[in-house]
């Protein structure tokens, strides 16, 4: 799933191809996709780019006073085109083509979405916050103060990796990112947020800012259909279980968590101690 790296490199990606552009049509091919009817999709047509931002994981389309606002989910991503075909497309299951948009001189860009798990959402609105998802969001980790960042904390009876990834208290870190920043601050995923010391708020608060600012660095100029593969080159524990933590060596584990699973290393963040599977355990009671 693209997070806050991926999406600002793509806002910038497509800002710098379409900003000052006149949208001539758009399409919209997986109808489930799109989560709004008023104002119509075509209202869209004939409109100027007038901007392309980030809001958490959401990207932002300015156009006119409208906004195409698009949430890419799992397997969503965007493919830019230097033509884009005239003729209509045919919708269907298999098709991962869900919206096509094209420019008036004749170039676009295409949102597809692999897999049958269909989570990609489109929204035309007056205005982002309409959109619930975006209404509901946290502060930027990227404009965050440390002494905001502790206030965000205390009273958190949660786990921390929980809280990290909980878009309305930060907005743009998603699964892949909260466990390196876990990996970065050398702290348990399982620790509880309020429990946290001054000292492991701060350290917690630059491992944040430190590795989502450098993978912003690193993408930034990738092309869209470079970005997936430099995202996963950067990874020090995501997606890397039983491979070595670049850090110390020690072999990278996995555990599950809440709706999926998360990667840490037991000697730089658990003092060399496995976490306990959680749900493996009630299971087994
Ligand atoms: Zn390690």
Redesign the pocket.
């Given at each position: 799933m693209p997070e806050l790296p991926e999406v600002e490199a793509l806002s910038s990606f497509l800002g710098a191809r379409v900003v000052g552009r006149e949208i001539a049509r758009v399409q919209v091919v997986a109808i489930s996709a799109l989560k709004t009817y008023d104002p119509p999709v075509a209202a869209l047509e004939g409109r100027t780019v007038g901007a392309v931002g980030r809001r958490g994981k959401f990207l932002d389309v300015e156009a006119g006073g409208l906004h195409l606002v698009v949430h890419l989910a799992r397997a969503g991503w965007l493919r830019w085109r230097e033509q884009v075909p005239d003729e209509p497309v045919r919708p269907g299951a298999r098709n991962p083509l869900a919206l096509r948009v094209r420019l008036a001189g004749g170039d676009g860009f295409d949102l597809t979405e692999a897999g049958t798990k269909k989570g990609l959402a489109v929204y035309v609105v007056r205005d982002p916050v309409e959109v619930p998802g975006v209404a509901r969001l946290g502060p930027d980790p990227l404009d965050l103060g440390v002494e905001d960042f502790a206030a965000l904390l205390r009273g958190e009876r949660r786990r921390i990796k929980g809280v990290l990834r909980d878009q309305s208290v930060l907005a743009g870190v998603g699964n892949a990112y909260s466990d390196e920043v876990l990996h970065v601050a050398r702290m348990s995923p399982y620790k509880l947020a309020s429990s946290l010391t001054e000292e492991e708020t701060a350290r917690l608060y630059e491992a944040l800012g430190g590795t989502l600012r450098e993978a912003v660095e690193r993408s930034r100029g990738l092309a869209a259909g470079e970005l997936k593969a430099e995202k996963k080159l950067g990874m020090r524990v995501h997606g890397r279980t039983g491979l070595p933590?670049p850090?110390?060596?020690?072999t990278v584990r996995e555990v599950s968590f809440a709706d999926s699973s998360l990667q840490y290393?037991p000697?730089?963040q658990t003092g060399g101690k496995p976490l306990a599977d959680r749900r493996l355990s009630r299971l087994l009671k």
């Amino acid at each position: 799933m693209p997070e806050l790296p991926e999406v600002e490199a793509l806002s910038s990606f497509l800002g710098a191809r379409v900003v000052g552009r006149e949208i001539a049509r758009v399409q919209v091919v997986a109808i489930s996709a799109l989560k709004t009817y008023d104002p119509p999709v075509a209202a869209l047509e004939g409109r100027t780019v007038g901007a392309v931002g980030r809001r958490g994981k959401f990207l932002d389309v300015e156009a006119g006073g409208l906004h195409l606002v698009v949430h890419l989910a799992r397997a969503g991503w965007l493919r830019w085109r230097e033509q884009v075909p005239d003729e209509p497309v045919r919708p269907g299951a298999r098709n991962p083509l869900a919206l096509r948009v094209r420019l008036a001189g004749g170039d676009g860009f295409d949102l597809t979405e692999a897999g049958t798990k269909k989570g990609l959402a489109v929204y035309v609105v007056r205005d982002p916050v309409e959109v619930p998802g975006v209404a509901r969001l946290g502060p930027d980790p990227l404009d965050l103060g440390v002494e905001d960042f502790a206030a965000l904390l205390r009273g958190e009876r949660r786990r921390i990796k929980g809280v990290l990834r909980d878009q309305s208290v930060l907005a743009g870190v998603g699964n892949a990112y909260s466990d390196e920043v876990l990996h970065v601050a050398r702290m348990s995923p399982y620790k509880l947020a309020s429990s946290l010391t001054e000292e492991e708020t701060a350290r917690l608060y630059e491992a944040l800012g430190g590795t989502l600012r450098e993978a912003v660095e690193r993408s930034r100029g990738l092309a869209a259909g470079e970005l997936k593969a430099e995202k996963k080159l950067g990874m020090r524990v995501h997606g890397r279980t039983g491979l070595p933590c670049p850090v110390c060596g020690d072999t990278v584990r996995e555990v599950s968590f809440a709706d999926s699973s998360l990667q840490y290393c037991p000697t730089c963040q658990t003092g060399g101690k496995p976490l306990a599977d959680r749900r493996l355990s009630r299971l087994l009671k």
